[in-house]
């Protein structure tokens, strides 16, 4: 098995994973990607990445082929992560948004690229210290991703203290419990009622239409689109717009601009969006 990923093995493997999620893997990656597939391909007894990309392209590989989109997937993220945006979202935009809402009392939060689920988690503890909100409103968090090793952590709930140096130390003593741990570490459960509003769930965002209901009064998709080629991303904000309930908010990555891209959205905040009325 050679060491490195030729041009167009690497071209081969790049077609299939932009296809399959959108992900768009750079040409810098081959290195990080040849030591991923050329350890795995030999494990499985494979002689070439030719034969185990035939694999993985076979019927028989459909396990196969989501082990790879799990290894390339990017799940990179942390508690309270861009805080500033979070708090003024929760403490200005939210209160707006609730004193227009007439009965049912009902919000829904979608998270989309949740990763091991630090966003949709923040975002319940910071809903559950907004005590008006938490005792009369219907709250519900859906939390997707494509990375079914990343769901599986974020059902589980349960982070090393060093992934938790970023969440405010009332939130840590309010909300976490500490649990066992096998190699000795101190790690750390978040209680019941963080989880009680949250609802995790497989979606690949290339595969449209979107299975879901809405309406939606928030959607995060923080730091996701960046990895999608443009045509993508209008798709993307198709649905985002479909599913969003009127006037309601789109939340990208502090980086991320819909200039030129998507007319619809109006910028109210630091990479906030508002669905735009009809008549604006």
Not at 62 to 84: G, Q
Request: charged content about 30%; hydrophobic content about 40%.
């Amino acid at each position: 098995m050679p060491e490195l990923l030729n041009e167009k093995e690497f071209l081969l493997f790049k077609h299939l994973l932009g296809k399959k999620i959108g992900v768009r893997l750079r040409d810098e990656g081959r290195e990080s990607l040849s030591r991923k597939l050329g350890n795995r391909a030999s494990q499985l007894g494979f002689s070439s990445y030719i034969a185990y990309y035939r694999f993985i392209k076979s019927e028989k590989g459909e396990k196969e082929l989501a082990w790879l989109i799990n290894e390339v997937t990017i799940d990179e993220s942390h508690f309270f992560r861009a805080d500033r945006q979070l708090f003024w979202l929760v403490g200005e935009l939210l209160p707006a948004l609730m004193e227009k809402r007439s009965p049912p009392r009902r919000l829904r939060i979608w998270c989309a690229g949740c990763a091991r689920g630090q966003e949709p988690y923040t975002l319940s503890m910071m809903m559950l210290e907004n005590i008006r909100l938490s005792r009369a409103w219907d709250l519900k968090i859906l939390a997707t991703d494509v990375d079914m090793d990343s769901l599986k952590a974020a059902r589980r709930g349960t982070y090393p203290a060093e992934m938790l140096k970023s969440v405010p130390r009332p939130y840590f003593y309010r909300y976490f419990n500490p649990a066992a741990s096998r190699r000795g570490e101190n790690v750390y459960t978040v209680k019941n009622e963080v989880r009680q509003s949250i609802l995790f769930r497989k979606l690949n965002l290339l595969e449209f239409p979107y299975p879901l209901k809405g309406p939606m009064d928030i959607i995060f998709c923080r730091n996701v689109m960046i990895y999608f080629q443009l045509s993508d991303k209008k798709r993307i904000l198709e649905e985002f717009f479909r599913l969003l309930a009127p006037a309601g908010y789109l939340c990208l990555g502090i980086s991320e601009s819909l200039l030129g891209i998507d007319d619809r959205f109006q910028l109210v905040g630091q990479a906030i969006y508002q669905k735009k009325d009809k008549n604006f």
